[in-house]
Nanobody
Framework: QVRLVESGGGLVQPGGSLRLSCAAS????????THWYRQAPGKQRELVAS???????NYIDSVKGRFTISRDNAKNTMYLQMNNLKPDDTAVYYC???????????WGQGTQVTVSS
């Protein structure tokens, strides 16, 4: 059974940092693309950052220079390092592993990130 287990969310003050982790029980992890999404209350889920199976990264403009996505294929784990957090970053964050050609589209359970003083 495919599972993604997230950890690392929490409450942090503006300007603080958090590191999200997502451990995947997917044997094809290294040949899949990986993404972090977030959903704030009353808003649609949005793609925050991606790292392809080839290591190419992409970010939405609002997090560029503050967030860093990475992956460790040996551990089947992906990460999102979030620095200089702002109240607008408050949301539930979800990890996603996807390789449509292999019929893989798995989601984590979500982890709450709250940025507040």
């Amino acid at each position: 059974q495919v599972r993604l287990v997230e950890s690392g969310g929490g409450l942090v003050q503006p300007g603080g940092s958090l590191r999200l982790s997502c451990a995947a029980s997917i044997s094809e992890f290294s040949v899949s693309d990986t993404h972090w999404y977030r959903q704030a209350p009353g808003k649609q889920r949005e793609l925050v950052a991606s790292i392809t199976r080839g290591g190419i990264t992409n970010y939405i403009d609002s997090v560029k220079g503050r967030f860093t996505i990475s992956r460790d294929n040996a551990k089947n784990t992906m990460y999102l390092q979030m620095n200089n957090l702002k109240p607008d970053d408050t949301a539930v964050y979800y990890c996603n592993v996807r390789r449509i050609a292999l019929r893989i589209d798995a989601w984590g359970q979500g982890t709450q990130v709250t940025v507040s003083s």
